[in-house]
């Protein structure tokens, strides 16, 4: 059974940090690309951030760049969101996804993942 399971997330005051990951059983986690999206209420889902499985290249969305550090450890199979200086803005359901060769331009589309996780609540208070 493939299993995407988040954890990290919480409530943290604006300027905080919070370390997401995402633990992936099931099929073969080398292989895939893994995205991380999010979905404030009311408000369409957000890729945030994608690291890729060949070559671990990265992808930040601009609303997080330079604030955001995305890793993954294959012995583990297991990603890491690492999100520092917090904004309010940054609250929301935050999702991962694993998805096979996705092109760069492609990684904050969610229809092209194909295993997705439960999400994890991040709440950041001003």
């Known amino acids: 059974e493939v299993q995407l399971v988040e954890s990290g997330g919480g409530l943290v005051q604006a300027g905080g940090s919070l370390r997401l990951s995402c633990a992936a059983s099931?099929?073969?986690?080398?292989?895939?690309?893994i995205g991380w999206f999010r979905q404030a209420p009311g408000k369409e889902r957000e890729g945030v951030s994608c690291?890729?499985?060949?070559?671990?290249?990265?992808y930040f969305a601009d609303s997080v760049k330079g604030r955001c550090t995305i890793s993954r450890d294959n012995a583990k199979s297991t990603v890491y969101l690492q999100m520092n200086s917090l904004k309010p803005e940054d609250t929301a359901d935050y999702y991962c996804?694993?998805?096979?060769?996705?092109?760069?331009?492609?990684?904050?589309?969610?229809?092209?993942?194909?295993?997705w996780g439960q999400g994890t609540q991040v709440t950041v208070s001003s």
């Open positions: 099931g099929f073969t986690f080398d292989d895939y690309d």
């Open positions: 690291i890729s499985s060949s070559d671990g290249s990265t």
């Open positions: 996804a694993a998805g096979l060769g996705i092109p760069p331009d492609l990684a904050t589309t969610p229809g092209v993942y194909d295993y």
